[in-house]
Structures are given as structure tokens and as C-alpha cells.
């Protein structure tokens, strides 16, 4: 079975300051894709950024950005720039490419941004 | 279109009630999923629909629970003789297909509270 494991539950950072979120993933599969999403104190879950593992570059939009490791099942966010409004849950979930298709999330990093 | 909606936003019911949410998910969606979230976790896998097709249901939905999706449009989630444990925040998403990576669209949850 798929796991997914977030090991900060808490994360802050200055504002304009840069932070990076860690995520690591256990599978045997070599097709999947990976995600970080966000979830503000409104409640709906919002997609950060996506990462196809067969991909060796690693995603980018805007001021997010990953570090992708296959090998060592990392999937790590930065946010560079850190702004007030990036306050929310953070979520690193993974997909496999086939079947259900089904999101298996991890149990998330509350990010605060200090003013 | 204005995304996946989600009704009621909140729901307090008594132990031992009834409760039914309902989803209505992107129109050209033909995946449906529930999800469960509870209190500091990553949402939990419950079911999904493919068009009206219930295809895989978690080891967490027990037998009080039912969802359909009649016509492959909207879909309800039916809990039956609700107990404390299931107070959670219930959430729906919906994608375009399989295979590829469309993403999910969330809506914003029901939040249910037994008492």
C-alpha cells in the first residue's frame, strides 16, 4: 500500500523569507504523480503544484517550486517569497497512474507566516 | 461553471439520526470521489464513482454508509444511525478521466458534527 508521511506538522517563516516543506512517499510503483495542495482556513482544497514521476525536472509555478528525488522517495515544496496569504495547510498526497486513481494524502504541515 | 458544490456546508445531527450530503461535481466530470477528513488529518479515501458506476469503496465506509450517483451527475452520501466518530469534514471531488492527469477539483466540504 501507498503511504505518504509529512514530518513537520508546523512550519513558520518570516514573511518574504523562503521555507521548504518535506514529504516523503512509499510505493512500488514507478508510475504515479505527486501533489502539494492547499488548504486556507476556508476549507477547499487547492492545487499547489504537480510532479509526474517520470519527469526529472523538477515543477515550477510561480513561487513554488519541488525537489523531486525518485530514488529517495522525496517530494519536498519551497516557497520562495513567502507572502501572507500562503498561511494554510499544506497537504503532499500521491496518485498512482492507473486504476482508481485515488489521492492518498499525508497528515499535513500547518505553514504560518510571520509578518 | 462554478466548480464541485458541496451542500450543506454544516451539518449537527443527533447520535442515531440520518444524514444525507450531496455533491455536484464538474458537469464534464465523469470521476466522482469521496473523501473523509477528520480533525489534524490528511483527507481519507471512501469512495469513487466512474459516471454513475461505483467502482471501489474503502474499508472505512461500513455498512451505515451509502453513496450513488444516479446518471452519473450529482452524488449523495447517505450515513446511517450517525455516531460520534463520524463527525468529520466529508468531501467531494470530481476529474475529467483516468489515465492522465487532469487533476481533481475539491469543493469546500460538508463539516458533520454528531452530538
Known amino acids: 500500500a501507498q503511504t505518504v508521511t509529512q514530518s513537520q506538522p508546523e512550519m513558520s517563516v518570516q514573511e518574504a523569507e523562503t521555507v521548504t516543506l518535506s514529504c516523503t512517499y512509499d510505493t512500488s510503483e514507478s508510475d504515479y504523480y505527486l501533489f502539494w495542495y492547499k488548504q486556507p482556513p476556508s476549507r477547499q482544497m487547492i492545487l499547489v503544484i504537480r510532479q509526474e514521476a517520470y519527469k526529472q525536472q523538477n515543477a515550477t509555478e510561480n513561487r513554488f517550486s519541488v525537489n523531486f528525488q525518485k530514488a529517495a522517495k522525496s517530494f519536498s515544496l519551497k516557497i520562495s517569497d513567502s507572502q501572507l496569504g500562503d498561511a494554510a495547510m499544506y497537504f503532499c498526497?500521491?496518485?498512482?497512474?492507473?486504476?482508481?486513481?485515488?489521492?492518498?494524502f499525508g497528515t499535513g504541515t500547518r505553514l504560518t507566516i510571520i509578518p | 461553471d462554478t466548480g464541485v458544490s458541496q451542500n450543506p456546508r454544516h451539518k449537527i445531527t443527533k447520535r442515531g439520526q440520518n444524514v444525507t450530503f450531496r455533491c455536484d461535481p464538474i458537469s464534464e466530470h465523469n470521476r466522482l470521489y469521496w473523501y473523509r477528513q477528520t480533525l489534524g488529518q490528511g483527507p481519507e479515501f471512501l469512495t469513487y464513482f466512474q459516471n454513475e458506476a461505483q467502482l471501489e469503496k474503502s474499508r472505512l465506509l461500513s455498512d451505515r454508509f451509502s453513496a450513488e450517483r444516479p446518471k452519473g451527475s450529482f452524488s449523495t452520501l447517505e450515513i446511517q444511525r450517525t455516531e460520534q466518530g463520524d463527525s468529520a469534514m466529508y468531501l467531494c471531488?470530481?476529474?475529467?478521466?483516468?489515465?492522465?492527469?487532469?487533476?481533481?477539483?475539491f469543493g469546500s466540504g460538508t463539516r458533520l458534527t454528531v452530538v
Open positions: 471531488a470530481s476529474s475529467l478521466g483516468a489515465g492522465q492527469d487532469y487533476g481533481y477539483t
Open positions: 498526497a500521491y496518485r498512482p497512474n492507473f486504476g482508481n486513481e485515488k489521492l492518498t
